[in-house]
């Protein structure tokens, strides 16, 4: 894939999020939501869900999940890998440290789920052994590498698979999460960096929906 390529790829993800967040700004009006407490910790809810396609992976512990599997809890999804240098180590301490600020019914209604962009490396042995690291409960999820970025542009997430044909390759990714609600539909984002502190204040409230 070349730069320009690479370029629009992004540019396209980002005219989605803003078209998204500008549509739930103006739906929003009057409603009881402070849409600015939102913005302003990094979420950004969809004025209607977006369905996710109907997929089977394998999560650490070798055992088939399902995308359907989503419904029931709210899901925050993040695509990485475990070999990342940086943001990926970054982001899941950051999560951990989050959920430790969130209350217990908050807590119990999400569930954090690493996505591997790096299937090749990322088997469900190694999965299980980055994620217990964290010792936070997340889910690690990995499979065929056409399914996993089906489901990463059908929330919004895109990455760019790797020449793994290099030696200690990286994948270019971003940060940002995927929110998908009870419904198993996509429901917003939470852009990066995480903001910690002012995500603790408002993701109760998103939480507390049931979708």
Known sequence: ???IQKTVLILVALVALVIGLTAYRVLNTGQQVDTAALLDAGIVMLPQGRDVPDLTLTNQDGEPMTTAQLQGRWHLLFF???FCPDICPATLAELRQLQGMLPDETRQRMQAILVSVDPDRDTPEQLKMYLDYFKAGFI???GPLDDIQTLANAVGVPFIPA???KDNYTVDH???LALIGPD???RG???APLRTEKLAEQLPAVIGQDG
């Open 1 to 3: 894939m070349t730069r």
């Open 189 to 191: 984002f939470i852009r």
């Open 184 to 186: 198993g539909r996509l």
């Open 163 to 165: 020449d793994t044909s």
């Open 140 to 142: 690690g999820l990995t």
């Open 174 to 176: 971003g940060g940002n």
């Open 80 to 82: 990485g890998y475990t």
